[in-house]
């Protein structure tokens, strides 16, 4: 059985609002609300929910982006949650980051060889000749030539400029990597190109993924177990099989209603949940579990007391009332 890799217990993110004169009133979003789950090495753990339930502000604060308001984070079994930007800087080289736009996350004012050097530079890896050669190794990984080098981000596609910022993120040999939402920005014809790169990059390197995307076919194809957030909290997680065939939070079904189907016959056959309201606002989510605004089964139970997570076989997670 592979080792745990990361685990993550119990981590909130919450941030201060300030409004009124002179910002005297604060109000707290709570962005990520006390999420607790673990990743094995080498597989990858997919992260899905409705835009704004805190999927990416969760990748970036266990990777210490975004300082933690409280909980737990342990890499290899080391606790890192609470180290300062020094002491965190061996574990810069361990974990990494892709980022969603490969428009805003590349400097328009480097070169593309200066960007995948970056990081070498920062960690003091390789220098001269060597680092040099390290860039073109990096640059061919990810299906580009060495003579892209010396060009800047605006004379590439999308699909071209995600390439570069995955070189860039594997520059300084990671052990694990976030992809945020790596192929929503790119054509449809491009996606699959990129994530069977990162397949094939994760056999060949032994790479461990946190996949951050609101793409559930794209999340079912690449995940080894997937997590389903709501308003800051994980509803839902297990095996992706046992998770997509035996859904059991209402929202979980929900959201893997509305999946497209390819075939049209299939597609008029199957049922669409449809739920009723919109998303409550983090600065004022409701009381007891967060989803009971928006579910048909909700009970008394749910505005008063929020649902914890429970293993309803083959550590499949669910937290939902309708379950005890």
Known sequence: ???????????????????????????????????????????????????GCGKTTAGRTLLKLYEPSAGEILYDGNPIHGLN???????????????????????????????????????????GADRLDRV??????????????????HEFSGGQRQRIGIARALAVEPEFIVCDEPISAL??????QVVNML??????????????SHDLSMVRHISHKVG????????????????????QHPYTR????????????LSEQAERIRLQGDVPSPLNPPS??????????????????????QDVGSGHMVACHLLH
């Open 1 to 51: 059985m592979e080792k745990t890799l990361l685990e993550v217990r119990n981590l909130q993110k919450h941030f201060d609002i300030r409004k009124g004169f002179f910002g005297r009133q604060t109000n707290v979003l709570k962005a990520v609300d006390g999420i607790s789950f673990s990743i094995k090495r080498g597989e990858t753990f997919g992260l899905v929910g409705e835009s």
């Open 85 to 127: 930007r020094k002491e965190m800087l061996p574990y810069r080289k361990k974990l990494q980051m892709i980022f969603q736009d490969p428009y805003a996350s590349l400097d328009p004012r480097m070169t593309v060889g200066e960007i995948i050097a970056d990081p070498l530079v920062v960690h003091n890896i390789y220098s």
């Open 136 to 153: 073109k190794e990096l640059i061919q990984l990810v299906g580009l030539k060495s003579d892209h080098l010396n060009r800047y981000p």
């Open 187 to 192: 054509d449809v014809s491009i996606q699959a």
């Open 199 to 212: 397949e094939e990059l994760q056999e060949r390197l032994g790479l461990t993924y946190l996949f951050v």
């Open 228 to 247: 389903v957030m709501y308003l800051g909290s994980l509803v839902e997680y297990g095996e992706v099989n046992e998770l997509y065939t035996n859904m």
């Open 254 to 265: 929900a959201l893997l209603s509305a999946v497209p189907i390819a075939d049209p016959d």
């Open 288 to 309: 007891g579990c967060a989803f009971r605004t928006r579910c048909p089964y909700a009970m008394p139970v749910c505005a008063e007391v929020k649902p914890a997570l």
